[in-house]
Structure formats: structure tokens, C-alpha cells
């Protein structure tokens, strides 16, 4: 390129407040399988319904490092923060053989929460708690193929999310369960941790609604 475009481009580069965030630099690295089943995972009419992203969300590319995240933890364990999502980036990049079926996987999943419909003011979509809900029911109903009853689950996770709101209020020990979650989800949320920590409440809120 010319000496002076160049020099147009770096000055349009420089003339924005920020930098670029982790997952605009890994869109600029990677192009592969990976990348584009966390892009299609956050393109699913779903989120559009839920609102769980903010306008800046999507701008930023935050709604698709989100559901990277999602991904890589469906496909491993808990871990802090995006700590290990670079990894899926590079291992996927070529090829991604169960890419289709990881896909039907995550929209069933999707599927049993639009199912359950929660009212928007549900912390079912504040993003901490979406992350671990999805989580737990993708384990339950995909790792594991328990069968789940959507009346039952979603009356169990109305009274445990309401013991949280209750306990984020009061002084005084509601619930042990719900004080544990809420303290998990409170502060270092995406530490691995407290991750583990709220996937363990949620799995027995649902297993004991679906024994």
C-alpha cells in the first residue's frame, strides 16, 4: 500500500478512545470452525428475545467471547474468566468435527429456557446467572440425557432466584443455598471458583425439582 494510505489508516485507528478488546483480536487471528460456531451460537434469535446483550455487547464482539466461553466450558469444565478460550480458538481453527451437533445441542438447551419462560426481570438473564443456568441444563440434558420437566424446573428456579433477591436485601440468613449463590454471584463472578460454586446450587435446585 502507499506510504500515506497506510499513514490514513493508522490515523483512523488512533483516533478512536479505545483499544481493541480480547475478542477483537482474536476475531483478527482466527477464522476457523471455532469462531464462527461461538459467532453463530450468539446470532440465534434467542438473544434477540432475551435481551441478555446491550448494543455495546454486540458492537464489541462481547455477546460472541460470551458464548465462546459457553462453549469452551460445555466442552471442558469451569474456568476463570476467558482464561482458556484462545486454546479452543487454535484446537478448532481447521476443523471442528462435532461443530453441527454441538450447535443442535446449544439451541435445545436454548429451546428448554425459552420454554420455561422466565419474565424478563428474571435473573435467569443477567448474564452470571444465564451463564450458569445454561451450563447446568446443558450438562443435565446434553452430557447427561436426564429428562427434565420445564414446569417443575422453572417453578424451583422461580423460588431459588427469589431466596437470591431476598437475601441480596436482608442482613439476615434467609437461606443458606441462596446466601452461598448470591456471594458467588456478587463479586469475582467469572472467577472459576464461584463459577463452580453457583453451577453446584443450580444443578441441585434442578436435580431436586427432577428427581
Given at each position: 500500500?502507499?506510504?500515506?494510505?497506510?499513514?490514513?489508516?493508522?490515523?483512523?485507528?488512533?483516533?478512536?478512545?479505545?483499544?481493541?478488546?480480547?475478542?477483537?483480536?482474536?476475531n483478527a487471528?482466527?477464522?476457523?470452525?471455532?469462531?464462527?460456531?461461538?459467532?453463530?451460537?450468539?446470532?440465534?434469535?434467542?438473544?434477540?428475545?432475551?435481551?441478555?446483550?446491550?448494543?455495546?455487547?454486540?458492537?464489541?464482539?462481547?455477546?460472541?467471547?460470551?458464548?465462546?466461553?459457553?462453549?469452551?466450558?460445555?466442552?471442558?469444565?469451569?474456568?476463570?474468566?476467558?482464561?482458556?478460550?484462545?486454546?479452543?480458538?487454535?484446537?478448532?481453527?481447521?476443523?471442528?468435527?462435532?461443530?453441527?451437533?454441538?450447535?443442535?445441542?446449544?439451541?435445545?438447551?436454548?429451546?428448554?429456557?425459552?420454554?420455561?419462560?422466565?419474565?424478563?426481570?428474571?435473573?435467569?438473564?443477567?448474564?452470571?446467572?444465564?451463564?450458569?443456568?445454561?451450563?447446568?441444563?446443558?450438562?443435565?440434558?446434553?452430557?447427561?440425557?436426564?429428562?427434565?420437566?420445564?414446569?417443575?424446573?422453572?417453578?424451583?428456579?422461580?423460588?431459588?432466584?427469589?431466596?437470591?433477591?431476598?437475601?441480596?436485601?436482608?442482613?439476615?440468613?434467609?437461606?443458606?443455598?441462596?446466601?452461598?449463590?448470591?456471594?458467588?454471584?456478587?463479586?469475582?463472578?467469572?472467577?472459576?471458583?464461584?463459577?463452580?460454586?453457583?453451577?453446584?446450587l443450580i444443578?441441585?435446585?434442578?436435580?431436586?425439582?427432577?428427581?
Amino acid at each position: 500500500m502507499p506510504l500515506e494510505q497506510i499513514k490514513r489508516v493508522f490515523q483512523k485507528i488512533n483516533s478512536t478512545s479505545y483499544g481493541l478488546n480480547a475478542m477483537e483480536i482474536h476475531n483478527a487471528r482466527y477464522d476457523g470452525e471455532f469462531k464462527n460456531l461461538a459467532n453463530e451460537f450468539s446470532e440465534l434469535q434467542f438473544f434477540n428475545e432475551t435481551k441478555i446483550f446491550t448494543a455495546t455487547d454486540i458492537k464489541r464482539m462481547n455477546d460472541v467471547l460470551f458464548c465462546a466461553s459457553l462453549l469452551a466450558t460445555v466442552l471442558s469444565t469451569y474456568f476463570t474468566r476467558d482464561n482458556e478460550i484462545e486454546s479452543f480458538f487454535i484446537r478448532f481453527n481447521e476443523e471442528f468435527p462435532n461443530k453441527e451437533n454441538i450447535l443442535n445441542n446449544v439451541k435445545n438447551t436454548l429451546e428448554f429456557i425459552s420454554r420455561m419462560n422466565f419474565p424478563q426481570r428474571s435473573r435467569a438473564f443477567q448474564k452470571a446467572d444465564f451463564y450458569t443456568l445454561f451450563v447446568e441444563l446443558y450438562n443435565l440434558i446434553v452430557t447427561k440425557g436426564k429428562q427434565l420437566d420445564v414446569s417443575k424446573t422453572r417453578q424451583a428456579l422461580d423460588v431459588f432466584y427469589d431466596l437470591v433477591d431476598v437475601t441480596s436485601n436482608s442482613n439476615e440468613q434467609i437461606n443458606p443455598d441462596a446466601e452461598k449463590y448470591y456471594k458467588a454471584a456478587l463479586q469475582g463472578s467469572n472467577g472459576r471458583t464461584n463459577r463452580v460454586e453457583r453451577g453446584q446450587l443450580i444443578q441441585k435446585v434442578i436435580e431436586t425439582a427432577n428427581p
